[in-house]
């Protein structure tokens, strides 16, 4: 049952909309974050963690809904839970063994990227792991809400190329920022008790993944995706940490202006969506044979990519008006100046995201590689990074810094 054939321009732009709206939510995870920024003062990593936190959930994320949703299009993996196949129950493991890894890599990265950029040391690296994995680990609760949406996504006669990942990223950006946030708190409010209880986390962690890696030496389908995941992610684990460096940058161009910070996740969620839709639809394609593998078959794909981006416009609107409305800063001039960074911001980021995440897709199809274990993952850690870039670059050129 493949939906993606016999899509329209205008049912997908339908669900991408729909899809999209969920962005708004990521209001909220802004607006937690700008509302706490006295415990992210507490240490220099702090701040500069918090872009690769939820992006490295969201690159989870996007692998595990990436490869669902062309296993659901293929019947690789059927949409229940129980007595469903043996590859839905592998890809389950290996996104447990690939987080605690992420986390992992990302924090020993950070560690370096802290040492030059943010004026932490080596004492540091403990506190920064025990609070990187703790929070990944509580993360572990949206793996089944991924599921569940995906399945119910394809029951429903919907795309799940494009609906699955734009609404889990929200939902996990929203998710993770809160257990962060509490994670933080708990670490540096409540000194011993905070930091055993990060600890006790990551340790169950630690030993669920002693559990299931030494089972699974010899299954090809959690092999795979580990070894093709594994190269991805080591690619997510720097980049995220120089979107971390981005936001301190920002940072200190908008420390008042606190709409900034309730948009910042909202907005990555978005370009990142934009990119999802136009990789998965396009892996899903390759895959049925309905694309042929070369960079120029891009325009044999533009419906969908206009469709994607086109409810992201209407949305940077509808990002504007909410973030001013929350912080009471609906005057003319400031709303015109909001919505113009994020127009310019959205123009010059879906741009460079559409054009990666199609390549990517191509690419890992050329080279024998599942697309679906790099197009998203490696998508959604550029597009924070991308997402960064173009809003300092719109920030600048509206002469709102």
Request: charged content about 10%; aromatic content about 10%.
């Amino acid at each position: 049952m493949a939906h993606t054939g016999g899509s329209s321009f205008f049912k997908t732009l339908r669900e991408t909309l729909i899809a999209y709206l969920f962005n708004i939510g990521g209001l909220l995870a802004g607006f937690l974050v700008a509302s706490q920024l006295g415990i992210f003062q507490m240490s220099p990593w702090a701040l500069a963690l918090y872009p690769a936190v939820i992006g490295a959930k969201s690159v989870i994320e996007g692998l595990l809904s990436g490869r669902l949703s062309t296993a659901l299009h293929l019947g690789i993996v059927r949409p229940q839970f129980s007595g469903n196949t043996k590859s839905f129950y592998k890809l389950l493991e290996a996104v447990i063994v690939l987080t605690l890894i992420t986390s992992v890599a990302m924090s020993t990265i950070s560690l370096v990227f802290g040492h030059l950029f943010w004026g932490i040391t080596v004492a540091d690296f403990p506190a920064l792991l025990s609070v990187v994995v703790a929070t990944m680990a509580i993360g572990l609760a949206l793996i089944g809400v991924t599921v569940k949406v995906a399945f119910i996504s394809f029951k429903k006669g919907l795309d799940p190329d494009i609906m699955v990942y734009p609404v889990m990223s929200a939902v996990a950006t929203i998710f993770i920022t809160l257990c962060y946030v509490a994670t933080l708190n708990l670490f540096f409010s409540y000194h011993d008790i905070g930091m055993w209880t990060t600890a006790l986390l990551g340790i169950a962690h630690f030993a669920l993944v002693l559990y299931i890696f030494p089972r699974n030496l010899r299954e090809p389908d959690f092999t795979k995706t580990i070894r093709e995941s594994l190269a991805a992610l080591m690619i997510v684990a720097v980049i995220v940490n120089v979107t971390g460096t981005l936001l301190r940058g920002i940072g200190n161009y908008v420390r008042t202006r606190g709409e900034i910070y309730t948009i910042y996740p909202a907005l990555i969620g978005l370009v990142s969506d934009v990119g999802s839709v136009v990789g998965s639809t396009a892996t899903t394609k390759l895959a049925l044979g309905m694309l042929k593998p070369k960079l120029s078959s891009i325009k044999n794909h533009a419906k969908t990519v206009f469709s994607a981006w086109l409810p992201s416009v209407a949305m940077s609107v509808l990002l504007a008006v909410t973030a001013s409305l929350i912080h009471g800063n609906f005057s003319a001039a400031a709303f015109y100046n909001l919505t113009s960074v994020l127009l310019l911001a959205n123009v010059i980021a879906v741009m460079l995201i559409v054009l990666l995440s199609f390549s990517i897709s191509i690419v890992a199809f050329q080279k024998g590689l599942d697309p679906g274990n790099f197009v998203i993952p490696i998508e959604t850690s550029f597009a924070a990074s991308i997402t960064s870039i173009a809003l300092l670059v719109a920030l600048v050129l509206a002469g709102s810094v």
